[in-house]
């Protein structure tokens, strides 16, 4: 049973945790947003020259359209793509900046790990009991200062980005990876504000997502005005599809798979695909790396540094203590991760929520939403997470005898 005005703690200010703030609001009850970054959207903003493909009409909660609305700021609307920047200064930005969500907003605060209070993960297995106790955050502020706080609720949107996976075969760090980390660089890069870091040097690019598929397009951009910029790019499969979808009716997403499947072609020789390859082994030779790829037989490459894109899965370590059941295949929580393999794999405009159940966790009153919910599946659209906003809160309503106000 949760209590009548349940505390709440929201872990990450990304799109879904500003959600459910606003889902709090609503209905007077206390929370707190704690986010890592400093400022809300901040892992938006790390990619935040990247174009979405999905539009503005498709980016802005019900919510946050009502709320910013009723504040008179203006909320961006319509079918054109905004990137991530715009999507932080237009939209999550303004959202933050409410007078009902402002104060409860902690930034430069990162929530390292959650348990309950005076009980281990072992003890009181899937019992009511456990959610007698408050949750119990360690959190880690500014300057590293380290203070406790409680919950009743703990809603964890601290999203995936930022925590890669490995470079190496079989999805283990390939041989010398961990020890050249500084070199390895995992995130979707702004080549165009730095270009001094790739011009006229020679790049491993391994991936072939949608975020490799836009690094490769970068650098072959770039590789067309400044001679010696060269891209080896190693992707796992030996036909690629790109991820291309049928009378695709997300024309960026669109544009961007035609752009790599030209790049594939050989459309560009500043790009070197090599398809069916793995990464087997890093090391650094006279301040370069080389590099072994196998697909079939070994290739030895030499690079001047190595841009990983094989996806993102959240963080787990936060929740260790806590009764969470994973899926042993995708790392998302067992229940909705079995509904999403049951309703197999499509194009991420067809997912749809499944219903307050599937988030449920053994723990009770700890839910996972937003991009994390998805574990290892990309798929996750913004428009799943404000539905499980929707479904999270409903479901503490009838708890609590109480709707929105
Ligand atoms: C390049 C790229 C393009 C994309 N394009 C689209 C698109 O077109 N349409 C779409 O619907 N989706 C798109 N996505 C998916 C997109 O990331 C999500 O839809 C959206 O950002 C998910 O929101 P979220 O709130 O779940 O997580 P996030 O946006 O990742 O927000 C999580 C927040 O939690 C914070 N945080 C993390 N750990 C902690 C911690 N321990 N303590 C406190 N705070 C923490 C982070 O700093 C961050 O601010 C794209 C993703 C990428 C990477």
Same mark, same amino acid.
Request: net charge neutral.
């Given at each position: 049973m949760v &209590? !009548?005005?349940? /505390?709440?703690?929201?872990?990450?200010?990304?799109?879904?945790?500003?959600?459910?703030? %606003? =889902?709090?609001t609503e209905r007077g009850w206390p929370f707190t947003i704690y986010e890592a970054g400093g400022g809300p959207g901040a892992s938006v903003r790390a990619w935040g020259h990247v174009r979405m493909f999905t539009p503005w009409s498709m980016n802005v909660s019900p919510r946050m359209r009502a709320r910013l609305g009723a504040a008179g700021t203006a909320v961006p609307s319509g079918e054109e793509c905004p990137r991530g920047h715009d999507l932080a200064e237009r939209l999550l930005g303004p959202v933050a900046d409410l007078a009902e969500l402002r104060a409860s907003l902690e930034v430069e605060t990162?929530?390292?790990g959650i348990g309950r209070h005076g009980?281990?993960?072992?003890?009181?297995?899937? !019992?009511?009991a456990r959610a007698e106790r408050?949750?119990? %955050?360690? $959190?880690?502020?500014?300057?590293? /200062?380290? /203070?406790? =706080?409680?919950?009743?609720?703990?809603?964890?949107? *601290?999203g995936t980005y930022g925590h890669a996976n490995s470079t190496g075969d079989a999805g283990i760090p390939a041989v010398g990876e961990q020890q050249l980390e500084t070199r390895i /660089?995992?995130?979707?890069?702004? #080549?165009? =504000? @730095?270009?001094?870091?790739?011009?006229?040097?020679?790049? %491993? $690019?391994?991936?072939?997502?949608?975020s490799a598929q836009t690094a490769a397009a970068d650098l072959a951009a770039l590789g067309r005005r400044v001679p010696g910029t060269e891209v080896v790019w190693a992707v796992r499969a030996m036909e690629p599809t790109w991820g291309a979808v049928a009378d695709d009716p997300l024309p960026e997403r669109a544009a961007l798979v035609e752009q790599t499947q030209r790049l594939a072609g050989g459309d560009d020789p500043s790009v070197r695909l090599v398809t069916g390859a793995v990464v087997e082994s890093l090391a650094e030779r006279d301040g370069r790396l080389a590099v072994t790829l196998r697909n079939g037989s070994? @290739? &030895?490459?030499?690079?001047?540094? #190595?841009?990983?894109? !094989?996806? +993102?899965?959240?963080? &787990? @370590? $936060? +929740?260790?203590? %806590?009764?969470?059941?994973e899926c042993y295949a995708t790392a998302a929580p067992i229940n909705l991760s079995a509904a999403l393999l049951g309703a197999a794999a499509g194009d991420c405009l067809?997912? @749809? *929520?499944?219903?307050?159940?599937?988030?449920?966790?053994p723990e009770p009153n700890f839910f996972i939403l937003g991009s994390k919910s998805y574990g290892r599946n990309s798929q996750f659209l913004l428009g799943v997470g404000w539905d499980q906003v929707d479904e999270v809160f409903g479901a503490l309503d009838a708890e609590v005898g109480q709707g929105p106000g």
């Open positions: &209590a !009548t005005r349940p /505390r709440l703690a929201i872990v990450g200010a990304g799109p879904i945790g500003l959600d459910a703030a %606003l =889902a709090a990162r929530v390292v009980l281990l993960k072992h003890e009181e297995i899937a !019992t009511p408050p949750f119990r %955050l360690l $959190l880690s502020g500014p300057g590293g /200062r380290q /203070r406790v =706080a409680q919950a009743d609720v703990v809603i964890d949107c *601290s /660089r995992r995130t979707v890069p702004h #080549v165009a =504000a @730095e270009e001094q870091h790739w011009a006229g040097r020679r790049t %491993l $690019l391994v991936g072939g997502g949608h070994s @290739e &030895a490459v030499v690079v001047d540094q #190595v841009l990983s894109l !094989t996806g +993102y899965v959240g963080d &787990a @370590e $936060l +929740y260790r203590q %806590l009764q969470v059941h067809g997912q @749809e *929520s499944h219903g307050v159940d599937v988030l449920r966790n």
